[in-house]
Every structure is written in structure tokens, then in C-alpha cells.
């Protein structure tokens, strides 16, 4: 981990063993379908406490952190569980559900001697160090059989405090990710009760056979997959609020509309300033993934607490020409279109084909080509700046190495109210063309 020094790592449990202890949990096909990706990494920054000494962070402070998180996975006993597997003897075809056997999440404490929050937050490049400030790296969501679905590493920087968290996306989806960590801070800073209660309960929305049988078997070449991500780079670019507005006026005038969102602008805007930045021919096909929501799109609705994995992916394509040619608001309308698509009807479409003809991504499946995809992950309406475990706000937020690849797009809400950071990962030559883009930089906020 370079110069990251562990202190300590141990496994955490929830303080009681009711309610949903060694009971199973059966996963949906918006569960399994990730099973060979990687992980979700995120992880918040933090200023040290003002009343801390010498001792409270290695001692009371750490020891805090980890009474709270024990006292949050009563409320999330997935997490402290495992995957497990059931195997069909007639042809070795396996299943996976989730075992809540209380085994544990994994709890790190370490320390960076030489990180400041400074080099964390002010650096015009991400520095790599910040991938050592998660733990479990390198697993994918399938190994979670014998490692824990959840960890979390609390490092202490020379002036600050990281709290990187894993989680393996097979267990929930971005909304469930940061449910938890809500819960957390709520726990941290002295709730007994956390204010949205988890529902554990899986969706299937009519009788299946459970455990979903999946087209691999014990030791496929799947599961021992080898992809090598090649050199890439990472900047946080950060777009204030008024700036997001004048894009979303922009696409709005170009096509005479008033219903293209600021989220499809500013895609729209980054999406035509990389194709711009790679320098593609005018009739090479170029895509944007975006993860859709299914909460609030099927019929009726998933309660708000949900819990578990409630996305899937569609693609927008179009030619390079065409979206420099055609400009900001059609390439947003082009979004706009197949966002406005995913009505009840087609979320459940994508549910029931996946059941019944399932397809696992596959990390050589999502990343591999021509490098011609932008991959959106995340929201920027996550709340990510009220998690105060008891000592402020957090000041920053950045995400880890998990299925990183040229064009992995991370959005975050801003510390400013309305504004966005969007974290880019681009082959290094693909991220300087981009930095000296005036027109994209025009909607960038300066440092």
C-alpha cells in the first residue's frame, strides 16, 4: 500500500444476532447480473476533529467508529453476511444467495503519515495514492462467497481523516450504498434509531425459481477472468450550479423544448467534448451507459427503503459526426429520449428477459473495444455532504480503483448546493486534450 501503514484490521459484527440472523436472502437478476464486476468504492474526506490529541484517533475516536458501525448493521444484517452458493448436481450449474450469518464486515484502521487533505483535494490529477485508501481491493462481487461483502478503512492523513468504504455491488446499488453510510453518520453521532428503515425483502415481481440458476458453473473460465487495465488518469472536474443552468438553457433553445434535464445537459456537454477529444472519424459509433433507476419506474412503486439492486444499463448511440455536428441539444435529446423510454413496462422488460436468458457482465464484456463508450456511474442527488459522523461534514468525496477504464465517468454532488463533480478516467493523452478544450472548460469551474 505504499505510504499507507495498517495499523489494525479486524471483523466487525452486528451487535445483535436477531431479526434476519442466518436467514436467506434470495437475489434478483439486477443482483446477479454484476456478480463478475468489480466492487463499488467510495469514500469521504473529512478535517480532523478540532477537540482531537494525540490519542483520541488512535483510540477513542477509531473505537467510536466501529461501535457505531456494529450498531448500524443490526439494521443491515446483509452486510455482515456472505454470498453462498447452492450447485445443481445434474450439471454443476450454481446459484447464489445471500447468507446473513453475522460473519463479519472487514474494519481497517490506518495511517498516511505523508497525505494531506491538500494533496487529496488540490491536485489537478487524482494522485493514484488515493486507491491504497480503500480496502478489498482487487475482488469482484463473486468472491464475496469467502470475503466480505462490506470493509471499510479509516486512515488518519497528516491533517485529516478518509473513511473509504467497499461494498460489493451484488449486495445493493449506488442508492443502498449510501442508505448505509447515511445510516452510519446517523448512528455515529448519536441516533438510536436510524430515519429510513431498510427493506430487505427482494423484488420478484411473480414466481420464479429461486435461486435464480445461472449460466456458470463452478469453475468457468468466468470466475478466473484476467483483464489488464491499461495506464489511465483521473481528474475531478467541478461544475457550479449557474454554470450546469446555462448548459441546460443551451440544449433546451437548440431544440425548442423545455424538457431536457440538467443531468442530459452536462452529459451531453462531456459526452460530445470527449468524442471531440479522441479524435474519432466522423462514422465511428460512439455510446453513453447510463445507469437507469427502477425504484420509482415500475408499477407500483419499490418502497423507499429498498434495499438490494434496482438498476440496469441502456446505451445511447450515435456517430461521432453526429454529435459535433448536430450540437449540445440534440445530443441531450438523444438522452433524453431513452431516459424518458424507461417506463414500467420496459424497466420489467430488461427484469424478465434477464431471468430468463441471463447475461453476467463481465469485465471484458463492459471495458473491452475501441474505447468509443463513456460509462456514467453514480448520481449527483446521492446525499453525500450530510454525512457527519459526529465531527462536521465531510469536504470531499472520491471513489476507488473498482471497474475503472478509459471512460469511466463517477458524478457527485458538489459542496455547493446545485453544483457537480464529475470524476473522468481517460487514457492520459484522451484527459490533456480535454483540460485544453476551451469549450468544455468554459463550463468548468476553476480551482
Not at 444467495?97 to 494531506?116: D, M, Q, R, W, Y
Not at 486512515?155 to 445493493?172: A, N, P, Q, R, Y
Not at 468524442?275 to 408499477?299: H, M, P, Q
Request: charged content about 20%; glycine content about 8%.
Amino acid at each position: 500500500m505504499g505510504d499507507i501503514q495498517v495499523i489494525s484490521t479486524c471483523l466487525v459484527g452486528a451487535t445483535s444476532n436477531e431479526s434476519l440472523s442466518h436467514k436467506n436472502i434470495q437475489m434478483t437478476p439486477w443482483d446477479l447480473s454484476l456478480l463478475l464486476l468489480g466492487t463499488n468504492q467510495r469514500g469521504l474526506l473529512f478535517h480532523k476533529p478540532k477537540q482531537e490529541n494525540n490519542n483520541i484517533l488512535k483510540s477513542s475516536l477509531i473505537d467510536h467508529l466501529k461501535e457505531s458501525l456494529s450498531r448500524t448493521l443490526n439494521f443491515f444484517p446483509p452486510l455482515a453476511g456472505r454470498l453462498s452458493t447452492i450447485k445443481n448436481t445434474d450439471d454443476d450449474i450454481i446459484s447464489f444467495f445471500i447468507n446473513c450469518n453475522n460473519a463479519g464486515v472487514e474494519f481497517t484502521h490506518a495511517s498516511a503519515p505523508k497525505l494531506t487533505v491538500s494533496t487529496i483535494l488540490d491536485s489537478t490529477r487524482s494522485p493514484l495514492t488515493v486507491h491504497s485508501l480503500f480496502p478489498l481491493n482487487n475482488i469482484r462481487n463473486f468472491e464475496c462467497v469467502t470475503k466480505p461483502l462490506f470493509g471499510v478503512q479509516i486512515t488518519e492523513l497528516v491533517d485529516g481523516l478518509f473513511i473509504g468504504c467497499t461494498m460489493s455491488h451484488s449486495l445493493c446499488d449506488g442508492t443502498g450504498f449510501w442508505h448505509f453510510i447515511n445510516s452510519w453518520s446517523e448512528i455515529s453521532r448519536g441516533y438510536e434509531v436510524i430515519s429510513k428503515i431498510p427493506i430487505l425483502e427482494r423484488y420478484f415481481p411473480e414466481k420464479m425459481n429461486l435461486p435464480v440458476p445461472l449460466p456458470l458453473k463452478m469453475y468457468d473460465e468466468k470466475l478466473f477472468e484476467k483483464f489488464e487495465v491499461p495506464p489511465l488518469m483521473e481528474r475531478i472536474f467541478h461544475l457550479s450550479k449557474e454554470s450546469i443552468g446555462r448548459l441546460k438553457d443551451k440544449a433546451n433553445s437548440e431544440m425548442g423544448v423545455k424538457s431536457i434535464s440538467s443531468l442530459q445537459a452536462f452529459l451531453a456537454h462531456l459526452w460530445r467534448s470527449v468524442t471531440r477529444c479522441r479524435e474519432f472519424d466522423d462514422e465511428k459509433v460512439v455510446a453513453i451507459s447510463i445507469l437507469i433507476g427502477a425504484r420509482s419506474r415500475i408499477n407500483p412503486p419499490l418502497p423507499e427503503g429498498y434495499f438490494g439492486n434496482a438498476i440496469h444499463m441502456k446505451q445511447v448511440k450515435a456517430t461521432a459526426g453526429e454529435l459535433l455536428k448536430n450540437g449540445l441539444g440534440w445530443t441531450a435529446m438523444q438522452i433524453n429520449k431513452m431516459v424518458v423510454a424507461q417506463n414500467s413496462e420496459e424497466v420489467m422488460k430488461e427484469y424478465k428477459g434477464w431471468a430468463e436468458n441471463p447475461i453476467i457482465f463481465t469485465k471484458g464484456l463492459i471495458f473491452a473495444g475501441n474505447n468509443t463508450r463513456l460509462g456514467i456511474n453514480n448520481s449527483p442527488w446521492f446525499n453525500i455532504y450530510g454525512n457527519d459522523f459526529g465531527w462536521g461534514k465531510p469536504i470531499g468525496v472520491r471513489s476507488g480503483m473498482a471497474n475503472k477504464n478509459d471512460g469511466s465517468i463517477t458524478l457527485f454532488s458538489g459542496v455547493e448546493e446545485g453544483s457537480v463533480d464529475i470524476e473522468v478516467c481517460l487514457f492520459p493523452e484522451t484527459l490533456q486534450a480535454l483540460e485544453n478544450d476551451q469549450e468544455f472548460m468554459e463550463a468548468v469551474t476553476k480551482n
